[in-house]
C-alpha cells in the first residue's frame, strides 16, 4: 500500500534499515538510545529495525557503555563480516584486485603489471578475472558472500540495457568495450552479482568523500593525477559525484598532440606521460625498460636532487611548466564550480605533490577569480595509492546500504538506470 508521497510501507521500512545502517557505519558502535535522535527515528522503530538487522546477522554488540544511573547501554556496530565487496583499479602501470570486508578492512590484494600489452582489452579481463579468483582463493570466501564487484577504468563509462557497462576510453584504444558482460562471461561468480563499472577519477572520489580529505565537505573537486589527469565533481546535488574529462579542456590551442588525438590539452601538458615525453624531449634520460612510476620517480630526483647535487634543469622546467598548467586548470574548475575543497590523488599526483604544490596553489590562485580563489583549499587526497580500489568497492557498498541492507538484483537496476 502507498502512502500520499506514494512511498510504501516497504520503502519506508527500507529507509529506515539505510538509516540505522549508515549511522552505525560512519558513527559507530552506538547505542539504541543514541540511534533514536542521530537518525531521527522513534524509539520503537529503532528497536524493530535493530531487531531485524541483528537477526540479518548484519549488525553485532560490541560492549556496553555506562548510562547516567541506569543499567549500562548495549553498543552495536555493523558486523565486518556480514558482507564483502571487491575493488578493481584499471591503472596505467597495473590492475590492482583487493578483496574487503563490510568495514572497507582489507582481506587480500593482488596486482597484475601492464606491459606491453598495455590495454588490450583481453588482457585487461584476464588480470580481473585471475584477480578476483586469487583473493577469494586466498580468504576462503565464496563469491556468493560478495555483495558486487567495483571497479575503476580510464574513459567515459554509458549503460545499455543489452551489455551494462560500456567503456569509451579514447585515451588507451577502447571503443565502446562491452566490459561489463566481458567480465560476467569470463569471471565465474553468480549470475545475480551486480558489476559497478565507473570511471576512476569518480571512485578516487568516492573514498576521498567517505574517508578521505573530503569527507565534510558539500561541494569539492578530487582530482586523479596518473599517466593523464581526470576529476570528479562532488556537490549537494550530485552527491555520488560526477566524473569530469578535465583532462581534455584545452589549454592551448594548436597546442601538443594529446594521447586523444586533439590538440592543445591539459593531458598533454600535466599528465604523467607527457611530462616524462617532454623531458626526453628537452634532452633528458628516464631509465629504459621501467615503469611510468619509477621514470617519474628519476625525473623527481633529477629535478631535486640530494643537497649539493646539481639539478637537472630540463626536469627542473618541464615540473615548473607543469605546476602551471595543473594551477590554470584548476582555476577552471574553481570559476565553473566554485568548490570548497579541491584534493590531488592519484599515484602521479602523490608522487610530485609534495614539491609542486605550493606552486599549483600559487598559480591556481592567480588564474582563478578572486572571490571563488579566496574560499578554496587545494590539498593532498587522503588515502594514498589504494584509493581507487577502495572507491571501486564503495559502490556495491553505498547501493547495499540504499537497499536497506537486503541483497539481490535490485541495486543493480538502480545503479543503470542512475548513471
Avoid at 54 to 66: K, M, P, S
Avoid at 81 to 97: F, K, L, P
Avoid at 355 to 368: E, H, K, Q
Amino acid at each position: 500500500m502507498a502512502g500520499r508521497n506514494g512511498r510504501t510501507v516497504r520503502d519506508l521500512r527500507r529507509g529506515n534499515r539505510t538509516a540505522v545502517l549508515q549511522r552505525l557505519y560512519f558513527d559507530g558502535p552506538m547505542s539504541r538510545f543514541e540511534l533514536a535522535p542521530a537518525t531521527g527515528l522513534s524509539g520503537g522503530s529503532i528497536s524493530n529495525v535493530v531487531a531485524e538487522l541483528v537477526a540479518d546477522g548484519l549488525v553485532e554488540e560490541a560492549g556496553t557503555v555506562e548510562s547516567d544511573g541506569g543499567r549500562p547501554r548495549t553498543l552495536l556496530r555493523v558486523a565486518p563480516a556480514s558482507g564483502h565487496m571487491i575493488g578493481v583499479d584499471v591503472g596505467e602501470t597495473r590492475v590492482r584486485v583487493e578483496l574487503f570486508d563490510l568495514t572497507l578492512t582489507e582481506l587480500a590484494r593482488t596486482e597484475r603489471p601492464l606491459e606491453r600489452q598495455g590495454y588490450d582489452v583481453e588482457v585487461i579481463v584476464g588480470h580481473i578475472r585471475d584477480g578476483i579468483a586469487e583473493v577469494l582463493a586466498e580468504t576462503d570466501i565464496t563469491p556468493e558472500r560478495l555483495l558486487g564487484v567495483g571497479v575503476g577504468v580510464p574513459g567515459i563509462v554509458a549503460r545499455t540495457p543489452e551489455q551494462g557497462a560500456v567503456v569509451h576510453g579514447q585515451t588507451i584504444g577502447w571503443d565502446a568495450v562491452p566490459l561489463e558482460s566481458l567480465l560476467r562471461s569470463t569471471c565465474e561468480l553468480p549470475e545475480t552479482l551486480p558489476y559497478f563499472i565507473d570511471n576512476g577519477a569518480r571512485t578516487l572520489g568516492h573514498a576521498e568523500m567517505w574517508f578521505g580529505a573530503g569527507h565534510g565537505a558539500a561541494n569539492a573537486v578530487v582530482v586523479l593525477f596518473g599517466s593523464g589527469v581526470g576529476a570528479c565533481l562532488v556537490t549537494q546535488e550530485v552527491e555520488q559525484g560526477r566524473s569530469l574529462e578535465w583532462g581534455h579542456l584545452t589549454v592551448r590551442v594548436r597546442g601538443r598532440r594529446c594521447r586523444c588525438g586533439a590538440l592543445g590539452c591539459l593531458d598533454a601538458y600535466a599528465g604523467a606521460e607527457a611530462l616524462l615525453d617532454r623531458w626526453r624531449e628537452e634532452g633528458g634520460r628516464p631509465p629504459q625498460g621501467t615503469d611510468e612510476e619509477t621514470a617519474l620517480t628519476a625525473m623527481l630526483a633529477a629535478a631535486y636532487p640530494a643537497e649539493g647535487a646539481d639539478a637537472d634543469p630540463a626536469a627542473l622546467n618541464v615540473l615548473e611548466e607543469a605546476a602551471e598548467y595543473l594551477g590554470a586548470g584548476l582555476s577552471d574548475l574553481i570559476n565553473l564550480f566554485q568548490p570548497e575543497r579541491i584534493l590531488i590523488g592519484g599515484w602521479a599526483g602523490l608522487q610530485l605533490g609534495p614539491r609542486i604544490l605550493p606552486a599549483v596553489r600559487r598559480y591556481a590562485a592567480s588564474y582563478a577569480l578572486r572571490h571563488p580563489a579566496e574560499r578554496v583549499s587545494i590539498d593532498l587526497g587522503g588515502l594514498g595509492p589504494d584509493a581507487v580500489t577502495v572507491g571501486a568497492a564503495i559502490l556495491p557498498l553505498a547501493d547495499f546500504f540504499a537497499a536497506g541492507g537486503q541483497r539481490g538484483t535490485r541495486g543493480r537496476a538502480r545503479h543503470d538506470r542512475r548513471a
